[in-house]
């Protein structure tokens, strides 16, 4: 038996494996890598297999870090069916499709700037018209029932707990008269979620006796996204949501909520809804302004089946965890241009979570100004976007080209996140791995990973393996054997584009990263150009440099943190030492 680690290893995105047993070979997870441009670059090229010979696809749930090279494997020649739970399906229905479109853009943006520097032009991955083909290979998978996929090798999914249709997936593999176990945990739900259930938890994952009473081997592949992290704030997020949303609402001016669309906006919607309810917030027009978030809380409002108890019961007395009869959808760029004329007392949720693209910039653009208008963050900003500027502090910003001004309140809530921290790992691992023979962890950034690895060495005297990217291993007889990629993964490209990889995917907070995903595309492959702009571009970077360096010293002078001014000015004269001895 040989899994091989294409994705998510090192990392938090991009998640693929590959299981070869015997007979068979499937892909668990096939998704898209997100973050630098050199993590970028990994989703363009030959898969590092061949589609053709999959037998098939288990897809753990929708989102883009996960799924996204789905319609890409089937235009590079996959043919056989994707297992996924009705949810996942019919969320990458629409998710899949944006995606699509979100690269075509990209890409026709960049051509026009190829051909007028008479570049060649380039491709997208994949179009809308390849994600929408590509559901037609998707096959339902109910959670708790065994799927064979051949003669040798079956799977069941388990409610991971973490967004809407997501998995756990066990494996188990026929091979030498003996029967592997490998569970797969996808990305592990945090527990106290609204409307869905907690994470079920692998408990007899590997408990599997075979007829003559011995269990045999047994392998946990599993995400430390939050390994080194215990989420802040998650009990009282209702409380403080309530709190602030008063606050505002006395002010006068709009509630500007950036969300993500899936999952992050439907939770906003259930504790909007239930807090209107208990009348702990005055009831206010409140609008979604995206297509996709619009599209996934309708798919939301009709898969209710595996909701928890309480959400069960709000339905069976004819009420929706997501509606409220104040509550509009705007859907098309009319609807939405139309809510830049309300100058106070709504709430606008809008897509991106991060306020780096889509819709929400026009809603800051128009009341970021104002005194009176609250801006309310609830997840992740990453390094670098609009949203990352605006919870640090910044007193302008530019939004399309024009400068504007930040009056507003700026509020940023921890506490919203859909994975698992470091204690309901532990919990996790210690429900379903006390008797795994191998425990490898994989989807997490490296501080989040080592820390984690560390405490389960001390805790369960267990030594996981950590892959890296593009790495295999060889399972026989109890044995692992570890099969390294010749050179890393990411040197090599960083060798190929000729610039290093920036840190943000060594050691940035890793949450950040992935959620640019269902947001975010790609563009096209530019590096091999590069030579030809050299000037030019080395120019434009140079002004931003001098911008950003500017912006770091203003802002570490206002905090009087000049300690942290002379660390960076020191790695800054580091990193030009070893550029100039290349
Ligand atoms: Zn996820």
Not at 376 to 396: H, N, P, S, W
Not at 425 to 443: F, Q, S, T
Not at 552 to 567: M, T
């Amino acid at each position: 038996m040989k899994l091989c680690f294409y994705g998510a290893s090192q990392t938090v995105t991009g998640s693929c494996y590959l299981l070869e047993s015997a007979d068979t070979r499937i892909l668990i997870d096939c998704g898209m890598f997100q973050g630098s441009r050199i993590m970028k670059e990994l989703n363009y090229g030959a898969f590092p297999f061949d589609p053709n010979l999959l037998d098939a696809v288990i897809l753990t749930h929708a989102h883009i870090d996960h799924s996204g090279l789905i319609p890409k494997l089937i235009k590079k020649g996959f043919s056989g069916p994707i297992y996924a739970t009705t949810e996942t399906i019919e969320l990458c229905s629409v998710m899949l499709p944006d995606s699509g479109h979100i690269q075509e853009m990209e890409v026709t943006r960049k051509n026009r700037k190829h051909s007028r520097t008479d570049v060649p032009l380039i491709e997208p991955i994949y179009t809308v018209e390849d994600a929408v083909n590509a559901q037609k290979h998707f096959v339902e998978a109910a959670y708790n029932q065994k799927t064979a996929i051949s003669q040798s090798l079956s799977f069941q999914f388990v409610d991971a707990g973490h967004i809407l249709g997501s998995a756990h997936v066990i494996v188990s593999a026929k091979e030498n008269n003996t029967t592997k176990t490998i569970a797969f945990s996808g990305d592990i739900g945090t527990s106290g979620q609204p409307y869905i259930e907690d994470p079920e938890g692998i408990k007899e994952a590997c408990m599997l006796k075979n007829p003559d009473g011995i269990r045999d081997a047994c392998m946990i592949v599993m995400e430390t996204t939050y390994g080194n992290r215990i989420h802040p704030d998650k009990t009282n997020r209702m409380e403080n949501l309530a709190r602030v949303i008063n606050n505002a609402h006395q002010k006068g001016g709009n509630i500007i909520i950036p969300a993500f669309a899936i999952n992050r906006t439907q939770d906003l919607l259930y504790y909007l809804r239930k807090l209107q309810d208990d009348k702990k917030i005055p009831v206010m027009p409140i609008y979604i302004d995206s297509p996709l978030a619009v599209a996934a809380t309708r798919i939301f409002g009709r898969n209710t089946r595996n909701f928890d108890q309480e959400t069960k019961q709000l339905l069976e007395a004819g009420q929706s965890p997501f509606a409220m009869p104040n509550l509009h959808l705007s859907e098309t760029a009319e609807d939405s241009i139309r809510l830049n004329a309300i100058q106070g007392g709504a709430i606008i949720i809008s897509a991106s979570g991060m306020a780096d693209a889509g819709r929400i910039k026009h809603h800051l653009k128009h009341n970021l100004w104002r005194y009176d208008a609250t801006v309310i963050f609830v997840g992740y900003q990453a390094q670098g976007t609009l949203g990352r500027f605006l919870t640090d502090g910044a007193k302008e910003v530019t939004i399309h080209g024009e400068k504007v001004a930040v009056n507003a309140e700026i509020v940023a809530f921890q506490g919203f996140s859909a994975h698992a921290d470091q204690n309901e790992l532990l919990a996790w691992l210690k429900a379903a791995g006390g008797n795994a023979d191998h425990l490898i962890l994989v989807h997490g950034e490296d501080d989040a990973i080592q820390a984690f690895s560390s405490l389960v060495q001390q805790k369960f005297g267990i030594a996981p393996i950590i892959p890296e990217l593009g790495e295999c291993l060889e399972i026989a007889d109890g044995e692992i054997k570890r099969l390294k990629p010749s050179k890393p993964w990411l040197k090599e490209i960083e060798d190929r584009m000729g610039y290093p990889a920036p840190q943000e995917w060594q050691s940035h907070p890793s949450k950040s990263v992935k959620q640019r995903s269902s947001e975010e595309g790609s563009g096209g492959r530019t590096f091999k150009r590069r030579r030809k702009v050299l000037l030019s571009e080395a120019n434009r970077a140079y002004t931003k440099l001098r911008k950003d360096l500017k912006l770091f010293i203003d802002r570490s002078n206002e905090r009087k943190d000049y300690e942290n001014l002379i660390d960076t000015f020191e790695s800054i004269s580091d990193l030009l030492k070893t550029r100039m001895k290349r």
